[in-house]
């Protein structure tokens, strides 16, 4: 019996540890940047074999606590509606086959979603939990909830004025060791002080915030290390979990026939919206096998390389410091 599962493609795969010595850079590409995954690379939305992974992961994270996973600071109406039409027509484009909009009359329609069974109602761009058919418990609480739960990535949404840009809303459910809670509402360079070396990148902020409302579609790449592929990382641990638990960076190469490390990668795409002055920033996290770069000799020494010539802060940001010299000395052997 075939499943829903058995009709995706397969998940995209990257590997963005630079051919030199480790420096963090913005990394920017276009959209549709070929890294040898056909169409996939050209989405910026990627519905794949992993959909109902992430589906799941997020309908816990919101089961646990929403507000931990979802946040908005001066988020007008007016602005989430006309991101949301954006975010419903992408959905429409890239994937005709597992969406389509039926229109109930000039002001109502509805957005049927094949992979999930619902149907979410909106009138003049305004999400209505009282009209629409979903799964999620609790029900989803606005336009931006309600869509974000159909695609795999999380979304940071940024907005600016004339005097300053803050992030304005952020659907996060499967975070790398930062929170919703905390970042809302800070601008650029205080969402990304804690990252060592960023300090060139903040002091250019300005004209970065304004090439990511401006400019693109755009892509880069982050990564980092886990001994686990649970998708959700946020820094605090839900109920049952202590925090050694669930912190999950603690390398160890004494577990026999076990994968020892994972790298995670977040594949981060950006898309402007001048109109609103928005920008709009995906986040697809995936997984990498640690004995699949340790058997593929040019992704083991890029790694190593890397690794090899990385600072002791970043060391401490990735959570690499205990654990250093053991994943050298299991990636050279």
């Known amino acids: 019996m075939r499943t829903a599962t058995d009709c995706l493609p397969p998940q995209a795969r990257y590997f963005p540890v630079d051919d030199a ?9 276009k959209l549709g940047s070929d890294f ?5 690379d050209a989405h910026v939305v990627q519905i794949d074999e992993k959909y109902f992974e992430y589906r ?29 039409g954006l975010l419903s027509q ?59 739960c159909q ?17 304005a809303a952020v659907h996060l459910c499967a975070p790398g060791h930062w929170s919703a809670e905390e970042k809302i509402g800070r601008n650029f360079g205080e969402v990304h002080a804690p990252i060592p070396l960023i300090d060139p990148i903040v002091r250019a902020s300005a004209s970065l915030v304004r090439a990511m409302v401006e400019k693109g579609p755009m892509v880069r790449f982050v990564w980092g290390f886990g001994t686990d592929c649970r998708l959700n990382h946020h820094p605090e641990p839900p109920p049952g979990w202590t925090p050694e638990m669930w912190r999950g ?8 026939g076990e994968c020892p490390f ?12 001048p109109e609103v002055n928005a920008s709009l920033f995906f986040i697809r996290v995936s997984h990498i096998d640690g ?16 690794l090899s010539t990385m600072d002791d802060a970043t060391r401490r940001y990735k959570g690499l410091s205990e654990s250093m010299d053991d994943l050298l000395n299991w990636l050279s052997n």
């Open 21 to 29: 010595p480790y420096r963090l850079s913005a990394g920017l590409r």
């Open 249 to 256: 960076r603690r390398f160890q190469s004494d577990a026999e």
């Open 291 to 306: 004995n699949e770069i340790r058997q593929n000799s040019d992704e083991r020494r890029r790694l190593v390389q890397a």
């Open 151 to 167: 695609m795999p990535e999380d979304l940071a949404v940024t907005l600016r004025n004339d005097e300053r840009d803050w992030l």
């Open 90 to 148: 992408l959905l429409l484009k890239e994937y005709p086959q597992y969406f389509f909009r039926r229109n109930l009359d000039s002001n109502c329609w509805q957005l049927h979603c094949n992979l999930t069974e619902e149907v979410l109602h909106f009138e003049q761009g305004n999400y209505l939990p009282r009209l629409s058919t979903v799964q999620a418990d609790p029900p989803y609480v606005s336009s931006l909830d309600a869509l974000v």
């Open 262 to 273: 994972w790298l995670r990668v977040e594949r981060q795409v950006i898309l402007g919206m």
């Open 56 to 84: 799941t992961n997020k309908l816990a994270a919101r089961r646990e606590r929403l507000g931990k996973y979802f946040a908005a600071h001066e988020f007008l109406t007016e602005t989430e509606s006309s991101i949301c």
């Open 36 to 40: 040898g995954n056909g169409a996939a």
